[in-house]
């Protein structure tokens, strides 16, 4: 093997050992697409993620993929969370994605741009079992739909 084969190949390994690491804090990930009509009122983005660690501590992430015609800077979610035990609860959150100038301040190209936004920072789940996390949209839309809304994601990782 010569040196320069040696050299792509050490390198190869240790970009393939930092990605690995990266991704060892996430849990759960998914994301859902968002109908071409829109996103309607009625139907939430739902994620059931099954937790068995009571003893560390989380962070919860809620995306956004939208594009340039979002007609908002802002997005308004009802974020409700059904526990393992039986309880749940309901918490309206409001999503800042563009400045008053209309700047957006997710990331992206050409028309879409995605948010990644803390939801909730350093929780400890107490209760181990399945927690379903529903987000319903809640823009108060005339139609009660909801346009240039791509695609909607939850992450669970482990807090750093």
């Known amino acids: 093997m010569n040196m320069k084969t040696f050299q792509i190949l050490l390198v190869t390994i240790i970009l393939t050992m930092l990605f690995a690491s990266c991704n060892r804090s996430v849990v759960y990930e998914e994301y ?46 009802f974020a409700d969370i059904d526990y393992p035990d039986g309880t749940s609860t309901r918490d309206t959150v409001e999503f800042i994605i563009g400045d008053r100038s209309g700047n957006w301040l997710g990331e992206g190209v050409g028309k879409i741009r995605e948010d990644n936004i ?38 669970v990782k482990a807090h750093d």
């Open 32 to 77: 859902y697409d968002i109908p071409e009509g829109g996103w309607h009122q009625n139907d939430p983005v739902r994620f059931s993620v099954s937790l068995d660690d009571t003893l560390n501590t989380f962070d919860l992430i809620f995306h956004i993929r939208h594009n340039v015609e979002y007609k908002y800077r802002n997005l308004w979610v």
């Open 118 to 155: 803390l939801l909730s920072r350093n929780i400890r789940f107490s209760t181990p079992g399945a927690y379903n996390f529903a987000f319903y949209q809640a823009m108060r839309e005339e139609d009660q739909i909801l346009e240039n809304v791509l695609h909607v994601g939850f992450t």
